[in-house]
């Protein structure tokens, strides 16, 4: 078996060995950008979009489509209806939770008909004032028994 000496003059052109004019330059990078980094996933992102995926579920028969979020809030509210207190307690911590986030068709209301409240005024005297079905409007029986003078004992 006899080896072949290879010398500059042979410019053996094949598989692997491309023309000397196309060939990498001595110390450049067959690929000079090289492998692009990847972008981290973001953990919030992922359970975002699952969380947000749809999903078909039966309600009376017929075939709807919704978040998984939402059909787990509507399982957790079917279950605190039914009398699972855990739940319900969780369904008020979330509501609590997105309150500051946007209106949840929270409604306010007034309370007519109450007993205001006077300076000063006690617990007791509020009481008295609502058993003793006094005549007097509230203003008129707050001037006659202020809190500061001692008690009307003479009755």
């Not at 007034?110 to 079905?133: C, H, M, N, R």
């Amino acid at each position: 078996m006899a080896l072949r000496s290879v010398t500059m003059a042979d410019d053996s052109i094949g598989y692997g060995r491309p023309p000397k004019q196309f060939r990498f330059k001595p110390g450049a990078s067959g690929n000079p950008k090289g492998r692009p980094k990847r972008t981290p996933v973001v953990a919030a992102d992922v359970i975002k979009n699952t969380l947000n995926a749809p999903i078909q579920y039966r309600n009376n028969g017929r075939v709807k489509t919704t978040t998984r979020t939402e059909l787990g809030l509507k399982m957790m509210v079917e279950k605190a209806v039914k009398g699972d207190i855990a739940a319900a307690d969780h369904i008020l911590k979330i509501r609590a939770g997105a309150q500051g986030h946007g209106d949840l068709g929270i409604e306010t209301f007034e309370i007519s008909g109450w007993l205001p409240d006077y300076p000063k005024q006690t617990a007791e005297q509020k009481t008295q004032e609502v058993t003793a079905g006094s005549t007097l409007s509230s203003p008129a029986w707050w001037q006659q028994n202020p809190p500061d003078a001692e008690p009307n004992t003479s009755e």
